[in-house]
């Protein structure tokens, strides 16, 4: 089967050693793995022994791509890492736009795995079949921009480059990595991964051709997108990307004020795209083989050098947790905030969270001025920009911080565990969930810890009524959401929208493979119950599957003024138990033998 959709080859890469083989992967496996999440999930779990130090020379680096990557389909410039997460301890998955994903199948390569730990800084340079590691010692401390140009110069032309900044190199447990500027591995402390291994960076160069086993199929659906996409001429998607979705967010309560007080910002306004238009220089920066180009790039000031300009990237979930979150209403703030963050290579997630946190406590009195160096109030964007810094380079209270919210809290106490917005030490997404009935069951039950893309609940309900009745939808759309994660398209492919039914043409048209709705669901149970077993392998349980204090407490103003996560924690237990029963697993949430033996995964789970 591999030659249509895949090559059949991963490319095992020894940092330690410097070395490199290849291996050979069965029929079998992307049969019923497909590609991206769901070929990583099997391999993290086949190849990583279970409770190793996630920043050792043990942990593995899986850089995967999909069946798409390489073909003429609709919005396959993506790709994922997937691993064992320094910041939560718990399975990974990290998606990434760019054309790296490309660059890897035109190698050869369905995947790359990297383990190890170099005993100085380099570079992995794969060109086709040739794999070399290049000195970096000169590259140490310069952020994710002036490292990736630097790339480009000594690389080939055409190269997809991936990096990590200086809060990668220091550790920092939410640092990211960066692809060709604008896209990052933005979950969990990928950058943190690379940096332990001492690897600066990654650069690709292939040359080989993909093909397809039904071409046409891909050339129908590639024409539909087309079209409706020609037709959304007035959408705010289309205009302003992700950042239209301020207004939508903050109309429904979601919108993240002042470390999670609130899901209503009374400043929303003056963050909506239109504010910034002024500054924008176009969606150049967006990934490959996409019509959304919904990467607005915007020319502001450089932070760190004053008197010079940089474009940066802003995205919603920037907008929403350095923004509303930090109670800043300045969109140029933001875009600063933005930049200095992508350079330094941190999450803007889990650092705008961070920073709130900070924020929180110090308007508490949890900590003082003394201790974090400055005063710290809400809507200081100075003040934030100087904490950012902090933490990517583990300063003063930056040190604190840049173990994220779960462990900063335990270090700080005082109370403010309460303050710490997370599950499973992941930072929440910019989405609130006492906005949006059952949405706190994805973030309490996704592998990753608190996720906006891990499938959401099917309605436009407020959770001020049991959740019971949306939580089947959550599931199909969980399943649907590890089929986009898998192939791999974008996830904003539900402006056209491309349907589940779509995605399952692409796949088969990509490879001869006959899925169908039904086999996608089981599909997704397989990669969902797997995932649960190597987090269960790690000792995670149902303790885990749970919500911070801020969502049990009420919503003080805006349209879900009154509203909680779920009308009691009773509602949210008895949705868990659906949950479980739904996906084959007990009342303890460890799925079942007869699952594990229907989903196939006999031969690769061993007895808990």
């Known amino acids: 089967m591999a030659g249509y959709g895949w090559t059949g080859k991963i490319l095992w890469v020894d940092l330690t050693n410097r070395t490199s083989r290849t291996e050979d992967i069965p029929s079998q496996v992307y049969e019923n793995y497909i590609g991206g999440k769901g070929l990583g999930a099997y391999l993290l779990y086949r190849s990583l022994e279970p409770k190793i130090d996630p920043l050792g020379p043990d942990n593995i680096l899986f850089f995967v791509t999909g069946p798409l990557q390489g073909l003429p389909a609709p919005n396959v410039g993506r790709w994922a890492i997937v691993t064992k997460s320094p910041l939560t301890g718990a399975f990974l998955d990290s998606h990434c736009g760019g054309p790296l994903g490309r660059e890897i199948k035109k190698s050869g390569y369905d995947a790359v795995a990297v383990i190890g730990q170099s005993d100085t800084p380099i570079t992995l340079v794969i060109e086709d079949r040739e794999v070399r590691f290049d000195d970096a010692e000169n590259l140490c401390g310069k952020g994710t921009h002036e490292t990736t140009r630097i790339l480009h110069e000594r690389n080939p032309k055409g190269s997809a480059v991936y990096v990590i900044g200086p809060a990668g190199e220091n550790l920092v447990l939410s640092a990211v990595g960066c692809c060709e500027l604008a896209h990052q591995t933005g979950r969990g402390g990928i950058g943190a991964i690379l940096g332990s291994k001492n690897l600066k960076g990654v650069v690709v160069k292939g040359t080989k051709k993909i093909t397809s086993k039904h071409p046409e199929s891909l050339r129908e659906i590639n024409t539909m997108v087309a079209?409706?996409?020609?037709?959304?001429?007035?959408?705010?998607?289309?205009k302003f990307g992700t950042g239209s979705l301020v207004e939508i967010a903050n109309a429904r309560g979601q919108f993240p004020t002042r470390n999670w007080q609130n899901g209503f910002f009374e400043e929303y306004e003056n963050l909506l795209p239109e504010n910034y238009q002024h500054l924008a220089t176009g969606a150049h920066l967006s990934c490959p083989h996409c019509i959304l180009r919904c990467t607005h790039a915007y020319k502001i000031e450089d932070p760190s050098n004053p008197g010079s300009e940089v474009e940066s990237t802003l995205e919603y979930e920037t907008l929403g947790l350095c923004g509303g979150n930090l109670g800043i209403s300045d969109p140029v703030a933001v875009l600063r905030l933005n930049f200095l963050a992508d350079d330094l290579g941190l999450d803007t997630i889990s650092a705008g969270s961070a920073i709130g946190f900070a924020m929180d406590a110090f308007e508490n009195g949890i900590l003082t001025e003394d201790e974090i160096g400055f005063s710290l109030r809400f809507g200081d964007a100075e003040a934030a920009l100087k904490l950012m810094r902090k933490i990517a380079y583990r300063e003063g209270i930056g040190e604190v911080l840049a173990k994220g919210v779960r462990l900063a809290a335990q270090e700080i106490g005082k109370g403010?565990?309460?303050?710490?917005?997370?599950?499973?030490?992941l930072e929440t997404p910019a989405w609130d969930p006492?906005?949006?009935k059952g949405l706190g069951l994805s973030y309490a039950t996704a592998a990753v810890g608190a996720s906006h893309l891990r499938g959401w609940p099917q309605t436009t309900e407020m959770p001020d009524s049991s959740a019971l009745d949306v939580i089947e939808s959550m599931v199909t759309e969980r399943d649907t959401k590890h089929l986009t994660d898998s192939m791999i398209v974008c996830h904003f492919t539900w402006n056209f929208p491309l349907s589940r039914e779509h995605k399952i043409t692409l796949v088969n048209g990509a490879t001869g493979l006959d899925y169908d709705s039904e086999s996608i669901s089981k599909f997704g149970q397989r990669v969902d119950t797997l995932t649960r077993l190597f987090n269960i392998r790690e000792g995670f349980s149902r303790k885990d599957d749970i919500l911070p204090p801020k969502f049990w407490s009420a919503q003080i103003a805006g349209i879900a003024e009154g509203r909680k996560a779920f009308v009691d924690k009773n509602d949210f237990d008895k949705s868990l138990d659906m949950y479980y029963d739904l996906r084959g697993w007990g009342s303890d949430?460890?799925?079942?033998?007869?699952?594990v033996e229907e989903l196939g995964l006999s031969s690769l789970v061993k007895p808990q």
């Not at 403010?416 to 030490?425: C, D, T």
């Not at 949430?589 to 699952?595: C, F, N, R, S, Y």
């Open 434 to 436: 006492r906005g949006k």
């Open 227 to 238: 079209k409706i996409w020609k037709e959304k001429e007035g959408s705010d998607f289309k």
């Open 589 to 595: 949430g460890v799925p079942t033998e007869e699952t």
């Open 416 to 425: 403010s565990e309460k303050l710490a917005v997370h599950v499973k030490g």
